[in-house]
């Protein structure tokens, strides 16, 4: 493979990496994993809400959001419960995967910029064991959503981010198999 040819999928895998990598930090952050009912009354123990009625509910991996009659939309962090080191698996692995996903494109960046800096095939691991963090992710939350991941939602079902996710933590390892077979 010529030196410009090289070049080129290199940038062309920094760019599926780096938007896999977006994607990953915005399914971390983003509150919008599920969706379903919850009782007010059960939110009641748990924060400031009122009302006894069935309550439209989104939520990611930390937080939670409703539409409380009273107060408007209000978002608070989950109880632990039963499901306690499950939760803090899922929690430990998505900051994995997203902190490994800005070492990987950092890394590729600089490659790109300062031909030979750093191997290839390093990369290429290190963005491989990146994906798996994130298809890890997905594997524990599908486990703990039967339902509702840490509330009792009825109803519940993926919500967008969820799916977004999934497609950053493909996109990542994709842009592993590129950088393991690129020529260093």
């Known amino acids: 493979m010529r030196y410009r040819d090289t070049n080129k999928v290199q940038l062309l895998n920094f760019v599926v990496l780096v938007t896999g990598s977006i994607m990953c930090l915005l399914g971390a952050v983003a509150p919008f994993w599920q969706e379903g009912e ?3 009354n059960y939110l009641k123990a748990h924060s400031n809400s009122s009302g006894t009625s069935d309550v439209h509910v989104i939520g990611g991996l930390w937080w939670y959001c409703y539409a409380d009659p009273i107060t408007g939309n209000t978002c608070d962090i989950y109880p632990l419960g039963g499901e306690e080191g499950a939760i803090w698996a899922v929690r430990l692995f998505v ?3 997203v ?3 800005v070492f990987c494109c950092l890394t590729v960046f600089f490659r790109i910029c ?3 800096v ?3 095939i390093c990369q ?3 963005a491989f064991v990146t994906g798996c963090c994130g298809f890890v ?3 524990l939350f599908v486990y703990l959503f039967d339902n509702g991941y840490s509330l009792p939602l009825k109803g519940v079902v993926f919500s967008w981010v969820f799916y977004i996710y999934i497609i950053g933590c493909a996109l990542v390892t ?3 198999g590129f950088l393991c077979l690129v020529v260093p």
């Open 95 to 97: 900051f994995l995967n």
């Open 137 to 139: 992710v997905v594997g």
């Open 99 to 101: 902190l490994l996903s």
């Open 124 to 126: 290429g691991i290190t």
């Open 38 to 40: 919850i009782n007010l």
């Open 174 to 176: 994709v842009a592993a």
């Open 118 to 120: 750093g191997r290839t």
């Open 114 to 116: 300062f031909q030979g």
